[in-house]
């Protein structure tokens, strides 16, 4: 059974072609909630579009995922509610012009804006701004990014800051909505060995409060479930048969559309 936090992530011939052939193809996976999960593999082949699908934002072409229960592509809009995306270039980046300070003042005005049930709308507007901040300040304990240590503290701007806060910035943004699937793409772009090795504890500890997490990179951990892109490896617990090409994936981003 699904743990009330974390979302069990299955999948079984899962794939999406577009108009230049197979962009991601015969993904079989099966983690359990609270798992960590790597999608390994070069730039190009396919790693950002299966992240995309596995999050239903995106509509695979062949095969099926289960995420949290509700199966794909059929509900995708139920994956959606349950998923959030951290850093996903041309998807989820952070504004450059932003100051932190206004990242999280928009995420915690959307947070009253959209999330929460009738009944926590009904609630007086001073009651859902309170629940709203609480929402980002425990985000923000949990990535660990501590404001005071910037710069400029929240009025840095989001050019100023080095990858690994940008990294802990976004992945706090997107856990202020509580979800029970986390998404990052590019974990380990442009990070020193040090750094890379920050970037995977942080996911871990998300993982461990109860988050699954599916992290791209270039090079799994050894403790990740892995996903092997554009190799046809089938070492790990989920393997892929990729076309390895930026092309391909653009071309079956647009044809598939983002939701």
Not at 13 to 31: E, H, M, Y
Request: hydrophobic share 40%.
């Amino acid at each position: 059974m699904d743990s009330p936090h974390g979302a069990a992530v299955a999948a079984e011939d899962f794939g999406l072609k577009g108009p230049r052939g197979w962009v991601f193809r015969d993904v079989r996976v099966a983690a359990e909630p609270g798992a960590l999960v790597a999608v390994e593999g070069p730039s190009g082949s396919g790693r950002t579009c299966l992240l995309l699908a596995l999050t239903g934002r995106m509509r695979a072409t062949e095969g099926h995922a289960e995420v949290g229960g509700a199966r794909l592509p059929k509900k995708m809009a139920a994956v959606r509610r349950m998923s959030a995306l951290g850093p996903v270039t041309g998807v989820s980046e952070l504004d450059p012009a932003f100051t932190v300070a206004e990242h999280l003042r928009e995420r915690a005005l959307l947070q009253r804006r959209f999330d929460g049930s009738l009944r926590a709308l009904l609630r007086p507007r001073a009651g859902r701004a309170a629940e709203a901040r609480a929402r980002v300040d425990a985000a923000l304990d949990a990535v660990g990014l501590d404001l005071d240590t910037l710069p400029k503290g929240a009025r840095t701007s989001v050019r100023d800051l080095e990858r690994p806060e940008a990294l802990r910035l976004s992945v706090g943004l997107a856990l202020t909505g509580r979800p029970r699937l986390l998404a990052v793409d590019d974990l380990d772009l442009k990070l020193s060995d040090a750094e890379r090795a920050l970037a995977w504890e942080l996911l871990r500890s998300v993982a461990r409060a109860g988050t699954t997490v599916v992290a791209v990179c270039s090079e799994a951990p050894d403790d990740a479930l892995r996903i092997t892109t554009g190799s046809g490896d089938e070492s790990g617990t989920g393997t892929g048969n990729f076309d390895d090409t930026e092309e391909g994936a653009a071309d079956a981003l647009a044809e598939t559309g983002r939701a």
